[in-house]
């Protein structure tokens, strides 16, 4: 199982932004799928993530703001960046609880994109 993200750049403060994050491979289903950051110097941290149904979660530094959405025929996961802060600057990463056989889930990573706001 493979996760591939995209969509990371370098944006104006107030602009937007689109990640992906697409799983290939051979499971089962997917789980949980979530979109966390890590900025220079601290530690990774939870932004979004939105379950098998729909149900999604937001950390309170990006309600309103972001979105986290997914496409399940196409396995791939989106984070909607609006509004964007120079704090939002960090490298983003995907991951999932993919289930490839019998009845566990393991979490799966993608490799990061690279997220730059500033003027």
């Known amino acids: 199982v493979q996760l591939q993200a995209s969509g990371g750049g370098l944006v104006q403060p107030g602009g937007s932004l689109r990640l992906s994050c697409a799983a290939s491979?051979?499971?089962?289903?997917?789980?949980?799928m979530r979109w966390l950051i890590q900025a220079p110097g601290k530690q990774r941290e939870l932004v979004a993530s939105v379950a098998s149904g729909g149900s999604t979660n937001y950390a309170d530094s990006v309600k309103g703001r972001f979105t986290i959405s997914r496409d399940n025929t196409k396995n791939t996961v989106y984070l909607q960046m609006n509004s964007l802060k120079p704090e939002d600057t960090a490298v983003y990463y995907c991951n999932a609880d993919v289930l490839n056989s019998g009845s566990i889930y393991y979490t799966y990573w993608g490799q990061g994109t690279l997220v730059t706001v500033s003027s």
């Open positions: 491979g051979s499971f089962f289903s997917i789980g949980l």
